[in-house]
């Protein structure tokens, strides 16, 4: 069992940055590949980016694409994803995510496959 907790959510102006944290529990963090999603008022739960177990693969929505990186500290059991050039449509609900198929070694986009949530941090951009 895993267990996942966001933080750094909040308010920030277009054109702003934040950088969010998902803080796992448990001893086989490197295993598990994670992913941020996001979710709008409204609209499905939407992949954002995902990194492998050991940090050596990442992939991206095109939607953030060169604004958004994704990282992971596994001695600290943290997972990051830092924001930049914000926009008003990145405004949602992100959630991390532990995926525990493949040991980690695979990025995975689709929602379903993932085992593990958090609770979610809102982040709202204003204009």
Request: charge should be positive.
């Amino acid at each position: 069992q895993v267990q996942l907790n966001e933080s750094g959510g909040g308010l920030v102006q277009a054109g702003g940055s934040l950088r969010l944290s998902c803080a796992a529990s448990g001893r086989t963090f490197s295993t598990y590949a994670m992913g941020w999603f996001r979710q709008a008022p409204g609209k499905e739960r939407d992949f954002v980016a995902g990194i492998s177990g050991s940090g050596g693969s990442t992939y991206y929505s095109d939607s953030v694409k060169g604004r958004f990186t994704i990282s992971r500290d596994n001695a600290k059991n943290t997972v990051y994803l830092q924001m930049n050039s914000l926009k008003p449509e990145d405004t949602a609900v992100y959630y991390c995510a532990a995926d525990r198929s493949f040991r980690g070694g695979v990025v995975r986009i689709l929602d379903r496959v993932y085992d593990y949530w958090g609770q979610g941090t809102q982040v709202t951009v204003s204009s």
